[in-house]
Protein backbone atom coordinates (compact mmCIF):
# COMPACT_ATOMS: atom_id res chain seq x y z
CA UNK A 1 0.00 0.00 0.00
CA UNK A 2 1.59 3.64 -0.84
CA UNK A 3 0.74 6.47 1.10
CA UNK A 4 1.91 10.07 0.57
CA UNK A 5 1.58 13.94 1.68
CA UNK A 6 -1.25 15.19 2.49
CA UNK A 7 -1.17 18.87 3.78
CA UNK A 8 -4.57 18.46 5.98
CA UNK A 9 -2.45 16.30 8.17
CA UNK A 10 -0.11 19.55 8.70
CA UNK A 11 -1.33 22.11 11.51
CA UNK A 12 -1.59 25.30 10.52
CA UNK A 13 -0.26 28.05 13.14
CA UNK A 14 -2.04 30.99 13.22
CA UNK A 15 0.83 33.34 14.11
CA UNK A 16 0.47 37.04 14.17
CA UNK A 17 3.15 39.21 12.51
CA UNK A 18 5.56 40.15 15.26
CA UNK A 19 5.55 36.30 15.85
CA UNK A 20 7.28 35.51 13.08
CA UNK A 21 10.65 35.29 12.45
CA UNK A 22 11.96 38.25 9.75
CA UNK A 23 13.50 36.75 6.39
CA UNK A 24 13.06 33.89 3.90
CA UNK A 25 13.35 30.33 4.92
CA UNK A 26 14.93 27.90 2.07
CA UNK A 27 14.03 23.89 2.29
CA UNK A 28 16.94 22.68 0.65
CA UNK A 29 16.57 18.48 -0.50
CA UNK A 30 18.76 16.69 -3.61
CA UNK A 31 17.04 15.30 -5.78
CA UNK A 32 18.27 11.44 -4.74
CA UNK A 33 17.09 12.59 -1.16
CA UNK A 34 13.55 14.44 -2.53
CA UNK A 35 12.51 10.77 -4.49
CA UNK A 36 13.18 8.46 -1.32
CA UNK A 37 10.81 5.70 -0.88
CA UNK A 38 10.94 3.74 2.18
CA UNK A 39 9.69 -0.05 2.63
CA UNK A 40 8.37 -1.78 5.29
CA UNK A 41 6.33 -4.19 6.60
CA UNK A 42 4.84 -3.30 10.35
CA UNK A 43 7.15 -4.13 13.38
CA UNK A 44 3.43 -5.97 14.85
CA UNK A 45 1.46 -9.38 13.92
CA UNK A 46 -1.09 -7.35 12.95
CA UNK A 47 -1.22 -6.02 9.87
CA UNK A 48 1.73 -7.84 8.45
CA UNK A 49 0.47 -8.69 5.34
CA UNK A 50 0.27 -4.57 4.00
CA UNK A 51 3.59 -3.33 3.12
CA UNK A 52 3.51 0.50 3.42
CA UNK A 53 5.57 2.42 0.47
CA UNK A 54 6.63 6.09 2.40
CA UNK A 55 7.71 8.17 -0.15
CA UNK A 56 9.50 9.72 2.65
CA UNK A 57 11.07 12.34 0.44
CA UNK A 58 7.99 14.07 -0.66
CA UNK A 59 6.46 14.07 3.03
CA UNK A 60 9.42 15.57 4.17
CA UNK A 61 9.61 18.47 1.67
CA UNK A 62 5.75 18.90 1.84
CA UNK A 63 5.96 19.00 6.09
CA UNK A 64 8.59 21.17 6.10
CA UNK A 65 7.81 23.78 3.66
CA UNK A 66 4.06 23.59 4.63
CA UNK A 67 5.75 24.33 8.55
CA UNK A 68 8.39 27.09 8.04
CA UNK A 69 5.94 28.75 5.75
CA UNK A 70 3.83 29.99 8.82
CA UNK A 71 6.81 30.87 10.75
CA UNK A 72 8.36 32.92 8.51
CA UNK A 73 7.30 36.05 7.80
CA UNK A 74 8.76 36.57 4.21
CA UNK A 75 7.62 32.56 3.57
CA UNK A 76 9.75 29.63 2.35
CA UNK A 77 11.16 28.37 -0.98
CA UNK A 78 11.95 24.60 -1.79
CA UNK A 79 15.04 23.98 -4.16
CA UNK A 80 17.03 20.58 -4.90
CA UNK A 81 19.79 22.75 -5.86
CA UNK A 82 21.89 24.82 -3.49
CA UNK A 83 22.15 27.80 -5.53
CA UNK A 84 21.58 31.86 -4.70
CA UNK A 85 21.77 30.61 -0.64
CA UNK A 86 22.59 34.28 0.18
CA UNK A 87 18.76 35.56 0.43
CA UNK A 88 17.78 33.02 3.48
CA UNK A 89 18.14 33.62 7.06
CA UNK A 90 17.79 29.94 7.20
CA UNK A 91 18.65 27.07 4.84
CA UNK A 92 17.61 24.11 6.04
CA UNK A 93 17.90 20.45 4.61
CA UNK A 94 15.53 18.55 6.20
CA UNK A 95 15.80 14.35 6.04
CA UNK A 96 13.66 10.70 7.35
CA UNK A 97 16.34 8.59 7.95
CA UNK A 98 14.19 5.70 10.22
CA UNK A 99 11.15 4.41 9.96
CA UNK A 100 9.14 1.85 11.60
CA UNK A 101 5.27 1.07 12.48
CA UNK A 102 3.08 -0.96 13.82
CA UNK A 103 -0.74 -1.87 13.83
CA UNK A 104 -0.70 -2.64 18.00
CA UNK A 105 -3.64 -4.89 18.56
CA UNK A 106 -1.83 -6.17 22.25
CA UNK A 107 -2.42 -2.60 24.00
CA UNK A 108 -6.13 -3.21 23.71
CA UNK A 109 -6.44 -6.36 24.69
CA UNK A 110 -7.23 -7.15 21.17
CA UNK A 111 -10.37 -5.33 20.62
CA UNK A 112 -8.66 -2.51 18.84
CA UNK A 113 -5.76 -1.24 17.13
CA UNK A 114 -3.43 1.75 18.25
CA UNK A 115 -1.57 2.86 15.32
CA UNK A 116 2.19 3.67 16.08
CA UNK A 117 5.17 5.38 14.59
CA UNK A 118 8.80 5.60 15.25
CA UNK A 119 10.85 7.66 13.08
CA UNK A 120 14.45 9.47 13.43
CA UNK A 121 14.59 12.64 11.30
CA UNK A 122 18.21 14.25 10.87
CA UNK A 123 17.72 18.71 10.14
CA UNK A 124 21.00 19.85 8.75
CA UNK A 125 21.49 23.96 9.19
CA UNK A 126 23.75 25.12 6.35
CA UNK A 127 25.31 28.79 5.57
CA UNK A 128 25.20 30.62 2.14
CA UNK A 129 28.38 28.48 1.21
CA UNK A 130 26.52 24.92 1.88
CA UNK A 131 28.27 24.80 4.53
CA UNK A 132 26.42 22.59 7.31
CA UNK A 133 26.53 25.02 10.63
CA UNK A 134 24.42 22.75 12.87
CA UNK A 135 23.37 19.41 12.75
CA UNK A 136 20.25 18.14 14.64
CA UNK A 137 19.04 14.57 15.19
CA UNK A 138 15.65 13.53 16.34
CA UNK A 139 14.07 10.36 17.56
CA UNK A 140 10.25 10.46 18.39
CA UNK A 141 9.99 7.27 20.40
CA UNK A 142 6.67 5.42 20.01
CA UNK A 143 3.94 7.91 18.80
CA UNK A 144 0.66 6.28 19.37
CA UNK A 145 -2.74 7.52 16.58
CA UNK A 146 -6.10 7.70 17.11
CA UNK A 147 -6.88 3.84 18.64
CA UNK A 148 -9.49 2.47 16.36
CA UNK A 149 -11.74 -0.97 16.07
CA UNK A 150 -12.69 -0.89 12.41
CA UNK A 151 -10.78 1.35 9.92
CA UNK A 152 -10.82 0.70 6.29
CA UNK A 153 -7.83 2.33 5.71
CA UNK A 154 -5.24 1.79 8.26
CA UNK A 155 -1.93 2.94 6.48
CA UNK A 156 -3.36 6.56 6.14
CA UNK A 157 -3.46 6.37 10.27
CA UNK A 158 -0.13 5.69 9.88
CA UNK A 159 0.16 8.60 7.77
CA UNK A 160 -0.81 11.22 10.09
CA UNK A 161 0.94 10.49 12.63
CA UNK A 162 3.94 10.26 10.42
CA UNK A 163 3.40 14.35 9.40
CA UNK A 164 2.32 15.10 12.49
CA UNK A 165 6.19 13.31 14.03
CA UNK A 166 7.88 15.30 11.18
CA UNK A 167 6.21 18.83 12.00
CA UNK A 168 7.42 18.53 15.39
CA UNK A 169 10.69 18.04 14.51
CA UNK A 170 10.62 21.23 12.21
CA UNK A 171 9.33 23.03 15.03
CA UNK A 172 11.88 21.66 17.69
CA UNK A 173 14.83 22.67 15.44
CA UNK A 174 13.62 26.49 14.89
CA UNK A 175 13.06 26.42 18.73
CA UNK A 176 16.26 25.60 19.32
CA UNK A 177 17.80 27.32 16.54
CA UNK A 178 16.72 30.65 16.98
CA UNK A 179 14.98 30.31 20.64
CA UNK A 180 17.56 27.83 22.65
CA UNK A 181 16.29 29.29 26.71
CA UNK A 182 12.42 29.97 25.60
CA UNK A 183 10.67 27.85 23.38
CA UNK A 184 8.68 30.27 20.82
CA UNK A 185 6.61 27.38 18.87
CA UNK A 186 4.95 24.86 20.81
CA UNK A 187 2.61 22.17 18.42
CA UNK A 188 0.01 20.30 21.05
CA UNK A 189 -1.07 16.40 20.31
Do not use: W
Amino acid sequence: MKTGYNPTYVKDMALAKNEKIEGRALVYMPKDELEQIISAKPTSFTGQALTLEVPSGEIVKGVSVKTLDNIFLDGVDFSSRAENLEKYKLIIKPKMVSFEHEYNALKNLGFAITPQVRIGAEMLVLNSKNEVVDRKYYESGNIDGETYMINLQPTEAINKILHQSLQKFVIKAINEIYYKDKPMFIIGN
